[in-house]
């Protein structure tokens, strides 16, 4: 069994198989155990026809699925996308036994979450009270990030809100997914809120999170709060990062604003940081922007980002040059 669950966490269904094989042949007999961690390697690896296979052989063999059979089965399921067949197993569930766990709610949730599918996700969230399975902080999590793959920050907002009423605590994935969506919904300020909140709630929002306000401030031309949030950035002892001082050189290249974009590029060469392809890309299009303002000033900067990708071994693309 320790050798079949070695596989299944690596995600290798015919290593795991090949072991509970082995089992059958010395005379022994494969366990409800053997069987579903064999049964999670293919769920881990997508292999349905495998994980179809081995469920006969269990039955034929009189060992009785459990919950955690019938939860590798909508792993298996939802890993391939088959999210309708998933439902079904559900369904079954809810007739004949085990009930659904939470990993059943879950391993669907997520499938529907990968698939963009907001509707679904939400449904299944709010039918989760009527099989007596409430959300957990996965659940919530899991809706939320959905909401946030499609821009949508006031349901995300709406499942945060609820989340906490339910008296589940939001954790730093949590926190992170709504002012994600915040940030894809052109909602800086409620990204600001909820990085706010986190503080409040002495959550350590790490310097991700920071960076997706500063990013966001930038974006929408806020250029003084994404400062402020910079600064503040420093003030709790995180080190900025690449992307800190690349969202605040976005933000200025996108205004035209040049010397202010290359002022933050200097300064993150002072820290030690090495500007990449997207850094100078972001400059350049600023170049782009300035030109018919500041002609002279954007040729010349232009000319200078190219030549530091040359001088630091980076290849210009085909953007770079136009």
């Known amino acids: 069994n320790a050798v079949i669950k070695a596989g299944a966490r690596a995600g290798e269904a015919e290593q795991a198989e090949r072991w509970l094989q082995r089992i059958a042949d010395a005379g022994l007999h494969p366990t409800l155990r053997s069987y579903n961690t064999a049964l999670d390697a293919c769920a881990r690896s997508g292999d349905l026809a495998r994980a179809e296979q081995l469920l006969d052989r269990m039955q034929a063999n009189g060992v009785a699925m459990d919950v955690t059979t019938c939860n590798a089965m909508i792993k298996a399921l939802a890993n391939r996308g088959d999210l309708q067949a998933a439902e079904r197993w559900i369904s079954v569930m809810k007739e004949r036994g085990p009930a659904p766990d939470i990993t059943s709610i879950n391993t669907l949730l997520k499938g529907y979450a990968q698939a963009c599918d907001v509707k679904s996700v939400e449904k299944w969230l709010e039918d989760m009270q009527g099989l007596a399975v409430p959300p957990d902080v996965v659940s919530y999590t899991t809706a939320i990030n959905a909401c946030a793959r499609m821009g949508n920050p006031s349901r995300a907002e709406h499942w945060l809100v609820t989340m906490s009423e339910s008296g589940v605590e939001p954790t730093l994935p949590t926190y992170r997914a709504v002012i994600k969506a915040c940030a894809r919904g052109k909602e800086s300020g409620r990204a600001e809120h909820w990085l706010e909140e986190m503080l409040r ?113 980076i290849m210009p693309d085909h953007i770079a040059y136009c």
Not at 237 to 256: T, V
Request: aromatic share 8%.
């Open 201 to 313: 709630a002495r959550v350590d929002p790490g310097i991700q999170a920071f960076n997706s306000v500063i990013n966001a401030k930038g974006r929408e031309g806020y250029m003084a709060q994404a400062e402020r949030c910079f600064e503040s950035l420093l003030h709790r002892g995180y080190a900025p990062d690449l992307f800190s001082y690349g969202a605040l050189i976005d933000g200025y290249a996108r205004g035209g604003q040049l010397q202010s974009a290359q002022s933050w590029l200097a300064q993150a060469q002072a820290r030690g940081l090495r500007p990449n392809l997207v850094i100078y890309g972001q400059l350049l299009n600023g170049c782009a922007k300035a030109r018919s303002r500041r002609p002279e000033l954007a040729r010349e900067t232009a000319e200078q980002c190219l030549r530091d990708l040359v001088g630091a071994s």
